[in-house]
């Protein structure tokens, strides 16, 4: 049975593969899946004739087999093993298996380089010491002893990194400039991991680059595509599209932004992520990664000399080295990987006349179109137009229908707010000189919250002081609970029998800060509010308690969030959720009900997006579609209980109670939604941007005993709601206890 089994014939053959219809052992077709990355089961693929199917052939197989080495680490460390296992070993990826193979077959590296690029992976995942060298030294005896020879080997080893297509030495970083020789000594003798420095910005920036634009964002139907389904489906052009893959393949790979995947152009093809009728052009600007071959020398050459030797259009030469520039910098083909602009210098990779060129575009050389406003713009300028996908991180170019609300910064506010610096910012900015840009692009900030606070700051609301300030402070509570920094100087003039000379004493003090409904407020403002007690107020001080552990007890979570608003309906028949605005769409609410609703949410603190969890403010919901336009007006008019009216008389910020007392709002529309707040956590400071408790609402003129008791005491003209199911008139609190809640969101559903 051993022999039969050993050396098998297609009788023997049970299994099947269907896309060749070849008979197979199972252990051949075992080795033809793939692995699911979720579950590490085997799945078997499937392809539709005409699709690329990859599979290892039996001969390349059993080459791979016969190639062994005692050098791999890890799991591997000490034993005798083929490049067949180390290849299906679970330190490599299957996109780098299918590319190795195919680099392989193809003739693009031989089976020893192949073996090298291997144990390098292997390594770089197990250990910091990679790539081997050996230096052998001979040592003959001197005449008067008997002959004999010693042979001495001495083995430097040297930490290598993961570049775009290859690995990268420590010593190359050393040679870019990338690391300085302190890095390269601490790598060296294992005071730093390579993990480590790959992670930090200065060297991530080199190995891997930037954002490049991965695909699109529809926002009418919040749907996430590749460039070329976009240009499949007509929402781009053929001639914009192609550009943008281009500038793709030109700063690493063709990008799925659906699976989240980077792939070689050939990938990209086969999976179909691309069509085939780009397939050569794509190729083309692939080569501005991985280099381009001097006809003359046979060397390879980079991008810009390619340019310069006319071997590729000037046009499109320099719009993939912008693109680039744009994502990290230059690429260096023969060592793969970015280089800093002295060092592409130095190796002829740029020049002074092509950095003006890019420093100051004009439209001829702004190589690149923004379909929603019809401009020229540069690859930096676009992508900084991109949304951020939430879940990976990938920069999509927004498609807007036309009418729809389409928010970018304009170059002018860009400028401003690039101008603006400072010192002060913490987390990964500590002791930097940062911008005020920088740092909203940074990670700390929300895509909503840097949309609000530019809409903020042009519509005149926030100073660029301000805007700043507030920025740190969102910075500073992400990183530290220490966020509100006040200085006090003490000037201490000596007395007069000592030499003349000033001392400057400056003291400190730190001031822990919550995050409220639109803005942080400080523990003092909470302790000045009621909402925190001295001994909580000294133990944040002191640091006994967090901001953290503060901010989710009850008492306090209450006035710094409130409780839920009504986020939308839940339909019983379908066990669908919606929003309010699409049950008024779909004829499950009428007009007047879903606006009293929504007005209670933007009064509340913010309109609700039910299906994605996601709390926004009424410019925000009018731009995404869950709030219509015909109403943005009237929900910015209830919004301002939550941000705060303007008395005519003074300029000062006043709350919903002052502005109905003073006869800026209808008073029914007032009472409305001062009992939303009343039932939701409490009535909202606009100026400090958290509830109150009633006492401290009363002392601060929010509230007065008349309210209290038309508010304590409801009829029918009073109760401002409505239940559609049982067409009573309720108040909020009413309503809110007749809903039921999400289970995966936690929110309150009609």
């Known amino acids: 049975m051993n022999q039969i089994l050993d050396d098998p014939d297609d009788d023997t053959k049970g299994f099947f593969d269907p896309n060749t219809q070849e008979n197979l052992t199972y252990l ?6 793939v692995t699911d990355p979720d579950t590490g ?15 290892i052939d039996e001969q390349t197989k059993n080459i791979l087999k016969a190639m062994t080495t005692t050098k791999a680490g890890g799991k591997f460390q000490g034993q005798k093993v083929s490049l067949w296992d180390l290849l299906y070993s679970k330190y490599i990826t299957e996109e780098r298996r299918r590319e190795l193979v195919q680099q392989y077959k193809s003739g693009a590296i031989t089976i020893e380089r192949f073996m090298e690029i291997v144990l390098a992976i292997v390594q770089q995942k197990t250990t910091t010491t990679i790539t081997t060298t050996s230096s052998v030294t001979t040592c003959t005896p001197p005449p008067e002893t008997k002959s004999e020879k010693t042979t001495i080997t001495t083995t430097t080893t040297e930490t290598s990194f993961h570049g775009i297509r ?15 020789k302190n890095l390269y000594e601490d790598l060296s003798t294992g005071k730093v991991t390579v993990n480590q420095v790959s992670e930090m910005d200065s060297v991530h920036k080199y190995l891997e680059g930037t954002n490049s634009i991965a695909g699109v964002y529809v926002q009418s139907t919040k749907q996430t595509m590749s460039i070329y389904e976009a240009k499949s489906k007509g929402l781009l052009t053929p001639g914009t599209s192609l550009v943008l893959l281009e500038a793709q393949a030109a700063t690493g790979f063709v990008i799925d932004p659906v699976k989240n995947k980077k792939l070689s152009v050939e990938e990209a093809a086969a999976q179909g992520v691309v069509g085939n009728e780009w397939k050569n052009k794509l190729l083309s600007a692939e080569r501005a990664v991985t280099g381009y071959k001097d006809p003359y020398t046979g060397n390879t050459i980079s991008l810009f000399q390619a340019l310069k030797k006319d071997l590729i259009v000037k046009d499109h030469g320099i719009r993939l080295l912008e693109a680039q520039i744009a994502t990290g910098g230059i690429i260096d083909p023969v060592y793969s990987h970015r280089v800093p602009v002295e060092v592409a210098y130095q190796r002829g990779y740029f020049d002074e006349e092509m950095n003006q060129i890019l420093d100051d575009p004009d439209d001829d050389t702004k190589g690149f179109f923004d379909p929603n406003t019809q401009e020229n713009l540069t690859y930096l300028q676009l992508v900084e137009r991109c949304v951020t996908d939430p879940d990976t991180g990938l920069s999509l170019l927004v498609i807007v229908k036309k009418g729809e609300f389409y928010f970018f910064i304009d170059e002018q506010t860009k400028n401003i707010l690039k101008a603006m610096t400072t010192t002060k910012a913490g987390g990964k900015f500590q002791g930097q000189k940062v911008s005020l840009w920088d740092l909203l692009y940074s990670k700390y900030i929300t895509e909503e919250r840097r949309r609000e606070l530019v809409q903020q700051y042009k519509s005149g609301a926030i100073t660029i002081e301000r805007f700043m300030e507030i920025v740190l402070a969102i910075v500073q509570q992400k990183t530290t609970p220490t966020i509100t920094t006040t200085s006090s100087v003490t000037t201490c003039t000596p007395p007069p029998e000592t030499k003349s000379e000033k001392t400057t004493i400056t003291t ?8 409220g409904i639109r803005k942080n407020v400080t523990a003092g403002e909470l302790l000045a509010s009621k909402i925190i007690d001295k001994k909580l107020y000294e133990d944040l001080n002191t640091g006994k308690v967090t901001v953290t552990q503060v901010s989710e007890m009850d008492s306090v979570h209450k006035y710094l969030e409130g409780t839920n608003s ?5 339909v019983q028949s379908t066990k669908q959720t919606m929003s309010i605005y699409e049950a008024k769409s779909k004829g499950l609410l009428t007009p007047g009900t879903s606006l009293v609703l929504l007005e209670a949410q933007a009064a509340t603190g913010f309109v ?11 410019e925000e919901a009018a731009a995404q579609g869950v709030v219509g336009n015909e109403w943005k007006n009237k929900l910015l008019s209830a919004e301002r209980a939550v941000t705060g009216y303007k008395d005519p008389y003074t300029g000062n910020t006043i709350s919903l109670f002052q502005a109905l007392k003073k006869d800026l709002i209808v008073k029914d529309h007032g009472i409305r939604l001062l009992e939303a707040q009343i039932a939701t956590g409490g009535i909202i400071d606009p100026v400090y941007s958290h509830r109150v408790p009633v006492e401290v609402a009363y002392q601060r003129g929010y509230f007065d005993e008349e309210m209290n008791q038309i508010l304590d005491d409801p009829d029918d003209d009073t109760k401002g709601f409505f239940d559609p199911n049982t067409q009573e008139n309720l108040t909020y609190l009413q309503l809110v206890e007749r809903c039921v809640t999400d289970p995966d969101t ?4 009609l």
Do not use: M, W
């Open 166 to 180: 290859k690995n990268v030495t420590a010593g190359e970083l050393l040679a870019s400039k990338i690391i300085d």
């Open 508 to 515: 400190t003090t730190t001031e822990t800060s919550f995050h």
């Open 746 to 749: 936690g929110l309150s559903l």
């Open 28 to 33: 051949q077709l075992v080795e033809r899946c």
């Open 566 to 570: 009504i986020a939308g309906v839940y």
């Open 41 to 55: 089961l085997s799945l078997l693929v499937i392809v539709k004739k005409g699709e690329f199917y990859f599979f």
């Open 608 to 618: 609700i997006d039910p299906v994605k969890n996601k709390k926004l403010s009424v």
